[in-house]
């Protein structure tokens, strides 16, 4: 503190923006920052005041309370400013918080502000911290220049030089190092620096990072225990629970990701992306109403975030079509009543979107239909078709869900068609086939999927058991449900051939297979279950000859 | 100006009945409502003690406002602290600091105070740094830094070291001293806590838990509490593992 007209120099020089919905606090802060030597101040009341200003000026410190009072908060400007690249990353973002506990009410699974100030605030602490974190940033500007460049190389090479001689950085020069080799792909020197850090002692953030390499390098049931652990003993560390559910969902255990990230949300549910995480996972589980939910709360995070986009509108919409079929009764129609506002609040917030309206109306028109609409559901299919007949460039994602719809309003043929000219356009593309391929499977209702999935199970299990009979009888169950499912067909043709070699003298079973193998005609031969069929029609065809 | 409140977010505290209260969400909702209010109150304090620096300073009144108005504020993130602790939601987010810095910052958020009650202050920290969750060590330390305010004559001194393989902080004055009740080492448990006696060394309770959060294999924090020192007055120190 004995630098002080040298510090007041240096606060001189540089550039401020204040942002609060307070006056009062706002000219507190610049009389503060005036007292520490500042003179080139502006206050803003607003986010979009903020963002304004920093479009046609350049800030070196912001200083940006979190909560702004209606509409966007702290985190929002500074995950915009760092979007729209508005602020350097020489710059500092201090957060203004009255909270002391940051991971939770903030959560942010990105964009961490350069330091945070707790309430309340008075001219010494701030100069204090100010000078800190611009020493900081001094010392650290080469580096972090070179990371502006996607330099990482030379990043690396400084953070190394620095390491011996700054020991006051030590920890961010480690975090920095590590994070660098990882996006690198360098993920040997990344696990030698956590691991060095954690050989000399156990820290979390060492921990997070090890356990993401671990992860990178697929070596998932060690990464998925070194997370349980560290949630164990810090159940506030978000970013744990997030890893840990990318980690579960590389597992393929789907409902344990979910249960996390449920858990997650529950200590800190402001993070848009985590919110969204959680979605696709009940999605995958075939959980709807959760899956409703998490996209319900992504839409309306998504309000004033940059995150926000007419991709989660429409999965809502999605969901809740589906929420509002099989079933007759007042809940299918209050969902069916929603899917059709979130659709139509879609086309007016991203009118500037060419294909917003296309898909908006492909799931209202599979929603009307569920709802016994059917002149309405007809005259949109018409549309549909047309412009789907006019414009062969329509992107797969569109056309996938235009096959679902196709399937709901009962035009089976034409969905297949469509779904088999996609395939043949995209024969390469393995992850859209399989999707493809998973729609061919089973074009119903989660209700039903989960029914036939159930039954599947349950056949599964039979046969593991040794009950054939059992076995047969569950598959032929499920199939009712889902009559054209490949693997399913296989499977029951399967335990039909081991009946029959159990007890060669009745034929029946055989005719069965036939009947099951017939259904798979054409099943194209990039098909993931392709050889498995092509093997079973021979033994077939050796036990008929 | 307030955070939302991590506290109600929470969707099961929602009770069987409508009608049946979470007395502790209640309570806990509150006292951040409160902590923010009694944030804007030492603000303006401040503020009026910038305005009017000859006037307030050496002004007993002025002193006991700002120093209760510290107080209470620090009793109530203490409390919110303990609410955490109980929820089992509070853990130690351990990274390496440097003292000098850390020590700085924490002397400054007192400067107005010391300045007011005319109180010199020194920083006794070597070119270390030290393992430990910044956040929770600042509730101890101010805590213990505007205890230490209230008790000393003239002087506080504010140190961190390294002794047996922890590292110690530790907060020293010039007064009478903590009373032989007081005076204790280790850790505290919440049953030890005396509800009657007016001073429950609640604020004891929670540097001893935020101690006892910070382990390093099989060792374990704790804060000890003696008279003595350089200044020969109340003697406050937290071991870290």
């Known amino acids: ?545 | 100006m307030t955070d939302p409140k991590d506290l109600t977010n929470r969707p099961n505290l929602a009770n069987d009945s409508d009608q049946s209260i979470d007395f502790s969400m209640v309570l806990a909702s509150t006292v951040h409502d409160m902590k923010n209010s009694l944030g804007m109150l030492l603000n303006s304090l401040d503020e009026l003690r910038t305005e009017h620096g000859s006037t307030f300073d050496g002004s007993p009144r002025f002193n006991t406002l700002q120093y209760e108005a510290e107080r209470m504020h620090n009793d109530l993130v203490q409390l919110l602290g303990i609410y955490r602790l109980g929820e089992k939601k509070l853990s130690a987010h351990v990274e390496e600091h440097y003292l000098p810095d850390f020590l700085d910052e924490h002397m400054a958020r007192h400067a107005p105070l010391l300045q007011g009650l005319g109180i010199e202050a020194s920083i006794e920290a070597g070119d270390i740094t030290g393992f430990f969750d910044a956040d929770l060590l600042t509730g101890v330390l101010n805590n213990t830094i505007n205890n230490a305010l209230r008790y000393s004559r003239s002087k506080i001194r504010l140190t961190a070291e390294v002794r047996d393989g922890y590292l110690v902080l530790g907060v020293e004055d010039d007064g009478e001293g903590y009373p032989e009740s007081m005076q204790h080492t280790g850790t505290l448990s919440f049953k030890s806590l005396d509800f009657n006696t007016g001073s429950t060394s609640l604020g004891l309770f929670f540097a001893s838990s935020v101690a006892g959060l910070h382990r390093e294999g099989n060792r374990t924090g704790s804060i000890k509490l003696h008279n003595g020192g350089q200044l020969g007055g109340g003697f406050f120190e937290i071991w870290l593992p």
């Open chain 1, 1 to 545: 503190m004995s630098e002080s007209s040298y510090q007041a120099d240096a606060f001189h020089k540089l550039t401020y923006l204040v942002i609060d919905d307070f006056e009062n606090f706002r000219l507190s802060l610049r009389q503060m920052l005036r007292a520490c030597g500042a003179d080139q101040i502006e206050l803003v009341g607003n986010a979009k005041q903020a963002i304004k200003y920093c479009t046609y000026n350049h800030v070196d410190v912001v200083l940006c309370d979190y909560n702004l009072g209606e509409g966007k908060n702290g985190q929002h400007v500074l995950e915009e400013l760092r979007h729209k690249n508005l602020l350097r990353r020489s710059s500092l973002f201090l957060m203004v918080t009255a909270e002391t506990s940051k991971q939770m009410v903030m959560g942010a699974r990105e964009n961490q502000p350069d330091g945070y100030l707790t309430k309340p605030i008075n001219r010494a602490m701030l100069e204090q911290r100010l000078i800190t974190l611009l020493d900081q940033r001094k010392a650290l500007l080469p580096i972090n220049r070179e990371i502006d460049r996607e330099n990482y190389p030379e990043a690396i090479s400084l953070c190394l030089q620095a390491l011996p001689r700054n020991p006051r950085h030590k920890t961010w020069l480690l975090k920095t190092l590590g994070d660098l080799y990882f996006r690198l792909g360098d993920l040997s020197h990344a696990a030698k620096v956590f691991d060095d850090v954690l050989q000399q002692r156990e820290l979390s953030w060492a921990r997070l990072g090890r356990s993401q390499v671990l992860l990178a390098n697929r070596s998932h049931d060690q990464a998925v225990a070194n997370l349980k652990q560290l949630i164990d003993t810090h159940p506030d560390y978000m970013e744990a629970y997030d890893l840990l559910a990318d980690g579960l969902r590389q597992q393929g255990k789907l409902s344990e990701a979910q249960q996390v990230l449920e858990q997650a949300i529950v200590q800190s549910p402001n993070a848009l992306l985590r919110q969204k995480q959680l979605a696709e996972v009940a999605e995958a589980n075939q959980d709807i109403d959760a899956a409703a939910d998490a996209w319900r709360r992504t839409v309306s995070l998504g309000t004033h975030s940059i995150h926000d986009s007419a991709d989660h509108y429409l999965a809502l919409g999605q969901s809740l079509s589906e929420l509002g079929e099989d079933e007759d009764n007042a809940e299918a129609v209050e969902h069916a009543t929603e899917a059709l506002e979130i659709l139509g609040s879609m086309e007016k917030r991203f009118a500037d979107q060419p294909t917003v309206g296309l898909r908006s109306r492909i799931v209202q028109c599979r929603v009307l239909f569920g709802q016994g609409q059917h002149r309405e559901a007809e005259a949109l299919h018409n549309s549909l078709k047309a412009e789907f007949d006019s414009n062969p460039l329509i992107d797969p994602d569109t056309s996938l869900d235009y096959a679902k719809t196709l399937f709901r309003v009962g035009r089976d043929g034409d969905a297949r068609d469509l779904l088999g000219r996609l395939a043949e356009q995209h024969s390469d593309e393995t992850e859209l086939l399989k999707r493809i391929e998973a729609l061919l499977d089973e074009p119903v209702g989660f209700r039903q999927k989960l029914k036939a999935r159930n039954l599947t199970r349950d056949g599964i299990k039979a046969f593991e058991a040794g009950d054939l009979t059992a076995a047969a009888a569950a598959f032929t169950e499920a199939l009712v449900v889902v009559p054209n499912h490949t693997s399913l067909n296989l499977n029951l043709v399967q335990v039909l051939l081991k009946i029959y070699e159990a007890d060669p003298t009745s034929r029946e079973p055989l005719e069965q297979c036939r009947a099951r193998l017939d259904r798979l005609q054409g099943l194209p031969e990039q098909h993931r279950q392709h050889r498995r069929y092509i093997a079973l029609s021979q033994k077939l065809k050796g036990l008929t000859a």
